[in-house]
């Protein structure tokens, strides 16, 4: 009963129906019905996708593949996805204390934090189901009752990595809370485990590459059919759908309930200690006061900003694993041939590494630019933003600062990456200087139009930092945008590239991401020159 | 009877200090008892470690006879907790929070109705109940945490700095309360800075510095004759 009642209230607390219905901010309402879209927007994107990637399945004759790689997407998507959130979702939640004081089990509030965050991510994945769905319905054509199977088992699909990665957020948040550094220490555990699951991919990849396989979609096709056969949830998903099996159905449905009981005994066990752990920190009352040292204003906004992000598990795994990504490629790319690095990232792919060459940074950016602070650190302000606003600093200095702080993050990185890549791929110094001043560039449009989407679209009453981080309207839109210029501006560098001479090529791109870096900065000037804006 | 009963209570954040050293103190039924002391001297973990938020190892502390660490949900059906600075769902309309604190306390319909409309008029912000927690000043959502608490007439009311934020006839509207549900039996914990409210509110006071509790007793006992920032000061520096 109780379980209902906290999951109804979470539900409602974060629901903007329930912010349209009662606010009387006309402005406020608009912007809410403009996230709706927005969302509803992405979700036909990504069912469109999913539906046009089985329509390639089934025309090359391998439909029976797409159940599993159902599973497998929903199930890698969902565990990556939950990693990432889960600390902040569980763990560190404004209201803690008011819960926790009420009657509630320990073990009730785990499991409806945990059963908040499948709901509000089931969309999602029920977008992904479906279209495999009806694209699989389309060529296969089964029985009628497999599509009510289909639809029950990927409600359940995604239950499994997801209580597993709760459970691995557990026992990072219980690891490190032994620990003076807990966020570096669960930040560093965290990311460690992405990137295991990055290098999983490959050597599952590996293990496909022995076969011998050729073409590239055969080879996902055979690499889905091994993983289906590691995963066991995959592969009950696959048999329930192209068998009719009842025994993987039954097992898929008891494993992630017997799963979810088993896992929220143990977080409730000690759930109270973790978050007493994780909310106290010990003062050691040793400061003596010495010299002080003054700093630029945009320099000062600049360290808050790194202040505010390695306080936070959560902002700092979001905001930095592409940097860590980044700086690795880079460094990997100083042992690992640049032709091996592609035949990887393109599953073997067979074309000249050479034609990518002017796409370099743009596959640099794809690492680092696809969240970028600037977009979510206005919002995450959240109830301190009197602070800064009651300060005598224009808002544009406020702005510069986070830019400033983006671009400190950003830029070092992707030299570390451009460098380590131009070196492998043994790329002239002429080159390898413009896709250094080409991913500078890149930096400043990232921090730029990062920081428009950041003050258009801030909303200071979250009740989870992870609602601005990962779910915001702003971070929705700075990502959308960027990810699908980024990848149209790859493809026409790697197009445009074979007709046209490098160089000029380069300076084109110099050129457009400069008055583009431009007209976001002016943007951001407009927007916070206005009264009721920032 | 003892309603709050803390025993040798003790709490670590990992440093060489102890955030609270073998804390006991004894609050019965019809005691308004104050907190006292020195910002950072152990009055919030204490607190919180009452109402069940922290965890602690060392020591005891039974809230109606029963075991804050091995029956916390007997506890907290007779507790109620308000913090200096309540988080509440701001996203929520005032009326829609006090619904779900009274449906996880399991509040009849009528008992329900009957209490929000009481605390909401003694408060004056019946009109306010209707909009957005996020609309709401300071002071009003200090209200509605106020009202939450007080929606299942709890046996034990404890409090951090209540009177912070309140206007001056929500502060003496919450006296009122306070004196009211100690007639009835319950008792009251809180803790402030505010030594006159101490000494015209509570008939036993402690006062804890750097995590021990130096003096607690009655009102009488501490003060002797002398006002009670004399005799908090007294000890204090002593």
Partial sequence: ?534 | MAMLEISNYSKSYGGDKLAADSVSLKVESGDIYGFIGHNGAGKSTTIRAIVGVLDFTDGEILIDGHSVKTEPMECKKVTAYIPDNPDLYENLTGIQFLNFVADVFQIGDAERSERIAHYANAFEITDALGDLISSYSHGMKQKVAIISALIHEPKLLVLDEPFVGLDPKAAFTLKEIMHDLCRKGAAVFFSTHVLDVAEKLCNKVAIIKQGKIITSGTMEELTAGKSLEEAFLEVYDA
């Fill in chain 1, 1 to 534: 009963m109780h379980n209902l009642i906290l999951l109804r209230t979470l539900l409602l607390s974060t629901s903007q129906r329930n912010q349209l219905k009662y606010c009387t901010d006309k402005k406020k309402k608009s912007r809410i019905i403009g996230n709706y879209i927005g969302i509803i927007v992405l979700f036909f994107m990504l069912m469109a996708y999913c539906f046009f990637m089985c329509i390639g399945y089934g025309m090359y004759q391998m439909i029976d593949a797409v159940p599993g790689l159902c599973a497998l997407t929903i199930s890698l998507l969902s565990f990556v996805f939950t990693i990432i959130k889960v600390n902040g979702y569980l763990f560190q939640f404004k209201e803690y204390d008011m819960l926790m004081a009420l009657p509630l089990k320990e073990k009730t509030i785990a499991a409806c934090k945990f059963a908040y965050m499948y709901i509000k991510s089931l969309p999602w994945y029920a977008s992904i189901a479906l279209s495999m769905m009806v694209g699989y319905g389309y060529f296969a054509k089964p029985a009628f009752y497999i599509y009510p199977i289909w639809v029950m088992l990927a409600l359940v699909l995604p239950l499994i990595p997801m209580l597993v990665a709760t459970f691995f957020g557990f026992l990072f948040a219980k690891i490190s809370s032994g620990f003076r550094k807990r966020n570096l220490v669960q930040t560093i555990l965290i990311m460690l485990l992405v990137l295991f699951c990055f290098g999983l991919r490959f050597f599952i990849d590996n293990m496909i590459r022995n076969d011998a396989v050729e073409s590239t979609l055969q080879d996902t096709y055979y690499m889905t059919a091994k993983t289906v056969e590691l995963y066991l949830p995959a592969k009950w998903f696959e048999k329930a759908i192209l068998q009719t099996d009842l025994v993987s159905l039954t097992l898929l449905l008891v494993i992630s309930v017997c799963l979810f009981a088993i896992v929220f005994a143990i977080i409730g066990s000690s759930y109270r200690n973790i978050n007493s752990a994780l909310k106290s920190h010990a003062a050691a009352r040793k400061y003596r006061m010495t010299g002080q040292k003054s700093k630029k204003v945009v320099w000062t906004i600049a360290f808050k900003e790194l202040k505010r992000m390695t306080g936070s598990t959560t902002y700092l795994v979001n905001a930095g694993l592409g940097y860590v990504l980044i700086i690795l490629l880079g460094v990997i790319a100083l042992f690992v041939r640049f032709d091996e690095i592609i035949a990887l990232l393109t599953n073997g792919a067979p074309f000249d590494p050479k034609v990518v060459y002017p796409s370099i940074p743009f596959i640099i950016y794809f690492f680092i630019g696809m969240v970028s602070t600037t977009a979510c650190s206005p919002s995450l302000e959240g109830k301190n933003y009197w602070i800064v606003q009651s300060l005598p600093i224009e808002k544009k200095t406020l702005y510069q600062g986070k830019m400033l702080f983006q671009l400190c993050l950003s830029v070092p990185s992707m030299a570390i990456g451009t460098l380590g890549i131009c070196i492998s791929a043994r790329i002239g110094i002429v080159d390898t200087i413009c896709y250094l001043l080409i991913g500078c560039l890149l930096c400043l449009f990232s921090a730029t139009w990062g920081c428009v989407c950041g003050v258009k679209h801030m909303r200071l009453d979250w009740e989870n930092e992870v609602e601005v981080i990962k779910q915001g309207a702003a971070v929705s839109v700075y990502l959308l945008v960027n990810m699908f210029l980024t990848m149209a501006v790859a493809a026409l560098a790697i197009f445009i590239g074979m007709q046209m001479d490098h160089l000029l090529l380069n300076l084109i791109w110099m050129g457009v991401y400069a008055l583009l870096s431009g007209l976001c900065y002016l943007r951001v000037r407009v927007l916070t020159q206005r009264p009721k804006m920032a």
